[in-house]
Nanobody
Framework: VQLQASGGGLVQAGGSLRLSCAYS????????MGWFRQAPGKERDFVAA????????YYADSVKGRFIISRDNAKKTVYLQMNSLKPEDTAVYYC???????????????WGQGTQVTVSS
């Protein structure tokens, strides 16, 4: 299993970005997928997660109403649409697959390499 995150970059506050995470391997459609982020000097925090069918989504309070997680099982890709970005959203964003327990914990079995998101004020 390999995860490849992309779509990060530099954006002004109030702007939008869409992150993508491409999955290589079988059984993508059976995995819960998640996004986490880590700012410099801080722990890695949960951002969003989505069930295998896409029917259930989960968000951190800090991004609820601004970010949208989605997936395309045919393309083996999960997305994170980020709107109304704030400087405090600046971080390296990681996608992850297959949590053994709670979707909110960073104990997922598979991780991508991360993509940098920088929001300027």
């Amino acid at each position: 299993v390999q995860l490849q995150a992309s779509g990060g970059g530099l954006v002004q506050a109030g702007g939008s970005l869409r992150l993508s995470c491409a999955y290589s391997g079988r059984t993508f459609s059976s995995y819960v997928m998640g996004w986490f982020r880590q700012a410099p000097g801080k722990e890695r925090d949960f951002v969003a997660a989505i069930s295998w069918s896409g029917g259930s989504t989960y968000y951190a309070d800090s991004v609820k109403g601004r970010f949208i997680i989605s997936r395309d099982n045919a393309k083996k890709t999960v997305y994170l649409q980020m709107n109304s970005l704030k400087p405090e959203d600046t971080a390296v964003y990681y996608c992850a697959a297959d949590p053994p327990g709670s979707v909110y914990n960073d104990k997922y079995n598979y991780w991508g390499q991360g993509t940098q998101v920088t929001v300027s004020s």
